[in-house]
């Protein structure tokens, strides 16, 4: 059983940078490939971005392409979402994923879930 733990949101303003990090405990983090997904009120939960077990191949939304970083430190069991220039439309409560089998884009391919952190961006 693997537990996340999600940090880092708060309100910016449009342009800004925000970095989040999630901390896995409970089982082999390497063994997991990793993922950012966000919920924005009224909507769906959608896909930001993953990264592989190795780390070596990474996925991403179009509408964050370009902006958005996802990272892993396996010695840290800690994945991360750098988050640049940031607009109103990315503000939703950003949740980690994990799964040992998928390295996706849906949200029936994760697993295990962390409770999400809430990034709010003012125009």
């Known amino acids: 059983q693997v537990q996340l733990v999600e940090s880092g949101g708060r309100l910016v303003q449009a342009g800004d940078s925000l970095r989040l990090s999630c901390v896995a405990s409970g089982g082999i983090f390497s063994a997991y490939a990793m993922g950012w997904f966000r919920q924005a009120p009224g909507k769906e939960r959608e896909f930001v971005a993953a990264?592989?077990?190795?780390?070596?191949?990474?996925n991403y939304a179009d509408s964050v392409k370009g902006r958005f970083t996802i990272s892993r430190d396996d010695a840290k069991n800690t994945v991360s979402l750098q988050m640049n220039s940031l607009k109103p439309e990315d503000a939703a409560d950003y949740y980690c994923?994990?799964?040992?089998?998928?390295?996706?884009?849906?949200?029936?391919?994760?697993?295990?879930w962390g409770q999400g952190t809430q990034v709010t961006v003012s125009s």
């Open positions: 990264v592989s077990r190795s780390g070596s191949s990474t």
């Open positions: 994923a994990a799964d040992r089998v998928h390295f996706g884009s849906k949200v029936y391919e994760y697993r295990y």
